[in-house]
């Protein structure tokens, strides 16, 4: 399709909703890829991204559009989960889908919906220019592989406000004791080391998850963290209760956070990173993921120049040289092994070639070390791309992997008990483990 219309894009959309109604009630449509026939020249994507995502999608397609002369047409939604599952149901899969989480592909994959990507990619290859682990979020239940990112969101980084964090002299930790060593410091000095802040509305508590899971994949590294969040082993494992606890150390102390402890939970997320940017600042860190960059989250003047205003650094490891990453990304997987051209796209959107026009439009980062990083349109986001590229392991967001009721119900309430006060962190830790589904 290139280059779409919003017209355009909400007029395909429909269509595919009306497509998919009457597909299931009938009961019928095919089976394979329902965007297009094997060889007709065509080739349906279905994914989660509307709007100046989806045009600049259509933008970084234009190319390779030319080049093969595949008509490729991204049908967006906003309400993704259930129509995927409908079109599934209904016979009518696209040719590839793109998942903005890795648990309702994998779901399919266990269904057997989905083709392996052994079956369609050079995957030894792929791994070579990937960030290390990404891939391993979107194995089925036979071990096999369903999914390879097309985009990738970081989460372990911490932002500082650069002049005068370097005129007063602070370095860049390395290790999580150095981390703390300069909490300590900044206190020291009569300031205040943290801003955080997690009110969410009815999403209050995520911002907590994100900080445990930060620190379980540090402490317990990659095997433990995937035991967690598979329950094979008990939410109240050990690891997890000392990820709470360097937690704890870090911003439960007087004077570590704008506010203190209480504050944490009323004070907006978006907004809480603010206070860094006064004069002098009242706070020196907050650890939030890249998409804090974009409008409406720092102040209008820090966001304009953001390379003169900003510095930032990861979330360190327990060991210098460590660089664990958290985040999440947007996953393509295809229906149908035996559509040459709907391989050919998916090689194209899953390989370092892609993503060179999304990138100059802001918005994006590439999973791959390889990307070419003069393609980014500030040297902040180029910033963050080397502090991806330069993980030692990625893991998906840990709730994003749970069950429903656990990752976005239960540990979301339970660490919102636990910061306000209202029930200590052993009472916590097993109310979430009691309420993981049988």
Known sequence: MGRGSGVKIAAAALAALLTTACLAEEGGGGGGGGGGSEGDGRVEIFGAFPGEEAEAFNASLAPFEQESGIDIEYVPSTNFTELIRSRVA??????????????????????GRLAPLE????????????????????KGEDGKTYGAPIRLAVKSLVWYPAPEFEQAGYEVPETTDELQAL?????????????????AGQNTGWVATDWIEEYVLRIGGPEKYDQWTKHEIPFNDPVVKEAAQAFEKLAFPDGNVVGGRSAMLSTPFGTSANPMFENPPQCWMHRQGNFITSPGFFPDAVTADLASNVGIFPLPGTEAGEQPVLGGGDLASIFNADDEEAKKVLEYITSDRF????????????PHTTFDSSNYADETTRQIAETAASATVFRFDGSDLMPGAVGAGSFWRGMVSWIGGQKDLDAVLQEIEDSWPS
């Open 90 to 111: 209904g016979n009518n899969a696209p040719d590839i889908a793109i998942f903005p989480q890795p648990g309702l592909l994998t779901d399919l994959a266990n269904q």
């Open 119 to 138: 079956d369609v990619l050079d995957l030894g290859g792929l791994e070579k220019s990937l960030i290390p682990g990404v891939l391993d979020a979107t």
């Open 183 to 199: 909490t300590d410091r900044i206190k020291g000095a009569g300031q205040t080391p943290w801003c955080i802040g997690m009110e």
């Open 355 to 366: 993503g060179a026009e999304w990138a100059k439009a802001g918005g994006w980062l590439s």
